[in-house]
């Protein structure tokens, strides 16, 4: 298994113009999230999805937007780049599990936006 | 809303040396989950621990155990025998149990920088 994979690993942009970030996992997790990592705060959650047509906003979705239509894709847009997206963005997926237990949530190895 | 705090932005120690590192939470949950992870140079975010809140005992991973108190709301990692491969930087994390699942979003803290020293 190559587990999650992100492309681009770098990624340089000028204000206004779009991308997508690509996710993809071959594990069959159902759960799926966008992190972005800033100096000084950690990990935040941009987006995650629950499975296959079903996303939802987590704590910073603003300028962003998700869809999933397979269970192994997770695309991030960003519609109209700004100098405030520069980050580390990872995406990640989880097995889902009932009960009390859960499962590990795999990383992905980031990819590294700059926009000018 | 949960928050994870770090308190420490930078720690090191000497190799072979144990070292604590802190976290603090809160929440107004009883059911939740919460994760050391490590971030080395290459940016790979690696699961280190993980403690369910309904278990009283410790988790321990090998060298790596946590201190779990559940109503002070800390959970500090505590590394033995640290070696030059333990530097990175270590995150501590919050998840809530929702019901019958688990969403799988998690709540990071701000990170602390690690350095194994020879």
């Known amino acids: 298994n190559a587990g999650v994979t992100q492309t681009p690993k770098f990624q340089v942009l000028k204000t206004g113009q779009s991308m997508t970030l690509q996710c993809a996992q071959d594990m069959n997790h159902e759960y799926m999230s966008w992190y972005r990592q800033d100096p000084g705060m950690g990990l935040r959650l941009i987006h995650y999805?629950?499975?296959?047509?079903?996303?939802d906003q987590g704590e910073v979705p603003n300028g962003y937007n998700v869809s999933r239509s397979t269970t192994e894709d997770f695309p991030l847009r960003l519609l109209s780049a700004a100098p405030s997206q520069t980050s580390v963005y990872f995406c990640?997926?989880?097995?889902?599990?009932?009960?009390?237990?859960?499962?590990?949530?795999?990383f992905g190895p980031g990819t590294r936006l700059t926009v000018l | 809303a949960q928050t994870v705090t770090q308190s420490q932005p930078e720690m090191s120690v000497q190799e072979a040396e144990t070292v604590t590192l802190s976290c603090t939470y809160d929440?107004?949950?009883?059911?939740?989950?919460l994760f050391w992870y490590k971030q080395p140079p290459s940016r790979q975010m690696i699961l280190v621990i993980r403690q369910e809140a309904y278990k009283q005992q410790n988790a321990t991973e090998n060298r790596f155990s946590v201190n779990f108190q559940k109503a002070a709301k800390s959970f500090s990692l505590k590394i033995s025998d640290s070696q030059l491969g333990d530097t990175a930087m270590y995150f501590c994390?919050?998840?809530?149990?929702?019901?019958?699942?688990?969403?799988?979003?998690?709540?990071f803290g701000q990170g602390t920088t690690l350095q194994v020293k020879p």
């Open positions: 990640a997926s989880r097995r889902r599990t009932s009960g009390a237990s859960t499962d590990t949530q795999y």
């Open positions: 929440t107004s949950e009883n059911n939740y989950y």
């Open positions: 994390a919050f998840m809530k149990h929702v019901g019958s699942s688990n969403t799988g979003k998690l709540i």
């Open positions: 999805s629950v499975g296959a047509g079903i996303t």
